[in-house]
């Protein structure tokens, strides 16, 4: 039979990084191309007691249906934690659990988005959220990214002349694969040029917890009294990525909208994760759990600097960045990116092409994404040294 | 701020059923309405070992990222047995892991739908598959239902002149909410329309280990040289809903690309609830818990009809069933069903009103759906009292 397919689909290929990442599991493989937390990140004995515990003694409540908004002490837990911890979430606000941050950004973009209406995000941004939105047809605009994060210059343009704009996405903390982190007085700037304009923010916060250098800097959601701010968190960096729990906090005839799309989409989130996700924040010292999150990455970020030190300087640069899990690198001129990420793998070191994550894949980008979380500290010192050798050679 | 909500989505509501389900659990309601396996039908005790054993010994395997076609094991296990078991799958086919068989529903008609074309379904239908179809904006277009399966002549007349005709969803076995399974006659007809029609079919088969009675009929699927049947399978009604673990078995060039679909959803299903469901088939005498599945159902299905026989007959006549969850029952012309819904509800006994699941709810409808795997033998035998009791009085 001949397949008739979408529009939308006829145009959509499969994510690099998770093509890269179906290799980059082989035997032999450096991978410094994904995004997984490090194993001893996972809390996985309280896990595993809480699990325990959960199937003793309440099983039915941890295999059963339950309802598309979520396990509600997790959703009440949270509203009271962020609003507590980070000023997110107001009584015009309401909260959905989603499968992993990833469906907000579907929900939010199916809620929302006509085929062909505008979305703006940072060029570079993540690429799976712009997969989603492409999947819906949005139209992409990139604002270049500075130090501080996006361009306010970029931005005002773009609000200006694009048409039916329905969401500006960011990320405002330690930005995937940039790892820029936006400045307080950007968030501000940003905030109000949307308000102002009637555009919603999507503001991406994963990594948020995962600063362990300088000081936190407030979210764009903790600004939002007019609210336009929808926050997608996420258990998948400090939790489990595997158990797929996120969730959105924004303005309650969003979330209600949502709400009815998940329903057609999965029904609810798997609720036994959801269960766990709720006994762990409030049973165990979750605070010190972050903290201890916080060292591991320090440690291991501290591994890559050192090799990057050693290898790539002067010839690859880098941005700093404070927390998260990547950093950006960029070749000189006289190297083709493209280039130097095949001859890597063919060396079995895999870093994810910076072109993956631009609106338009075909725009020239002399950078790549090194992930630090995943490989081990041997894999990431030799990953960076072939890296280096690779450069030289080409740059001869 | 005033929310500009997408065309799809402003058209979009609740589903009924979500909402009654909402309500049906609170104190003192008998919940005739819901679709949830019985507590007693959920093999709790070896999750729990297999689920301590995984988190003791590979815990990371159980919460790290995992890929987007599923959980190799089981997406292996599954064709394996679905194969040998059920002559589904054949070489021209692959299968996806899905967050529940309703994922299944969406990432087919992500992949297939264009806005205003048409799907096929039988009238009545699931309507938590319906809604899915709704939020793609698709033209819904309804099949008569007979005793032995939808209207042959029906479905002649909507291939000969719907245009854009994308799929059939049919559930063949013990359908939602009728009951009723197609004769092998039918099957093998529907089959051939459609692939001379070059139209795909979406066989949803829940329900198919459910059978209590009579012979198993083979499915569409097992009938398929042409690579048009899309086969939905789900643990939620043999292992645990809670989990949301589905599969999708059919042609791989449609697999390829819901593959792609998923990862902008949710990226890959919860691991833990795969790796459970696939060593609970593997590591225990997974037909002998179907057996004891058919048995709990067989016996609980008994306690309805006995409540219907007694409390019903002969005002409000019911389909007969060999298997599955729900019984359709259809009261005498005098008497307003929504109104009698309301009635009931009022008395606490919650039903589905069978207008929840016409492609057009303003059709009329004299039926509605008790579902017999949610309440206790006391409910329902109650709950049946209570509504024979009701429309009797209506019917004065």
Not at 17 to 29: D, T, V
Not at 367 to 392: M, W, Y
Request: charged share 25%; hydrophobic share 35%; aromatic share 8%.
């Amino acid at each position: 039979m001949e397949y008739q397919f979408s529009d939308r689909v006829k145009a959509l290929k499969p994510s690099a990084i998770r093509e890269i990442l179906k290799n980059s599991s082989a035997p032999g493989i450096i991978p410094l191309s994904a995004g997984n937390p490090a194993p001893d990140a996972f809390p996985y004995e309280d896990i595993r007691s809480i699990s325990q515990e959960l199937l003793e003694n309440t099983p039915i409540e941890a295999l059963q249906y339950s309802v598309t908004e979520g396990y509600i002490p997790l959703r009440q837990h949270l509203m009271e934690y962020m609003g507590r911890k980070h000023r997110v979430g107001t009584d015009s606000d309401d909260i959905l659990i989603t499968s992993g941050a990833q469906q907000v950004m579907d929900l939010l973009t199916k809620t929302l988005l006509n085929e062909g209406d505008a979305v703006l995000c940072e060029a570079p941004s993540f690429i799976g959220s712009l997969n989603t939105f492409r999947s819906y047809r949005a139209k992409l605009v990139g604002i270049p990214m500075e130090p501080d994060g996006l361009s306010i210059e970029g931005l005002e343009r773009a609000l200006e002349t694009e048409k039916n704009i329905k969401y500006l996405y960011t990320i405002p903390n330690f930005q995937n694969p940039s790892g820029i982190t936006m400045s307080y007085e950007k968030r501000k700037r940003v905030y109000e040029l949307c308000r102002d304009h009637n555009v919603l923010i999507l503001e991406d916060n994963p990594y948020g917890d995962l600063r362990f250098k300088g000081e936190d800097i407030p979210s764009i959601k903790s600004l939002d009294e007019a609210g336009i701010v929808m926050y997608a968190g996420s258990f998948s960096k400090v939790v489990s990525p595997g158990m797929r729990v996120g969730y959105a906090i924004g303005p309650k005839p969003v979330i209600q909208k949502m709400v009815v799309c998940k329903q057609g989409e999965d029904v609810h989130s798997n609720i036994w994760a959801q269960i766990v996700c709720h006994r762990f924040m409030t049973e165990t010292d979750y605070e010190a759990h972050l903290d201890r999150l916080r060292g591991i990455y320090r440690r291991k970020s501290s591994v890559l600097i050192k090799a990057l030190e050693e290898h790539f300087a002067p010839l690859i640069t880098w941005s700093p960045f404070e927390g998260g899990l990547f950093a950006w690198c960029t070749l000189p001129e006289n190297i083709d990116m493209l280039d130097f990420v095949r001859r890597a793998a063919e060396r079995k070191v895999c870093v994810v092409p910076g072109t993956a994550f631009l609106t338009d894949e075909s725009e020239s980008c002399q950078s790549f994404r090194i992930n630090f979380s995943t490989p081990t500290d041997e894999q990431l010192s030799e990953g960076v040294k072939i890296l280096g050798e690779t450069a030289r050679e080409m740059a001869r």
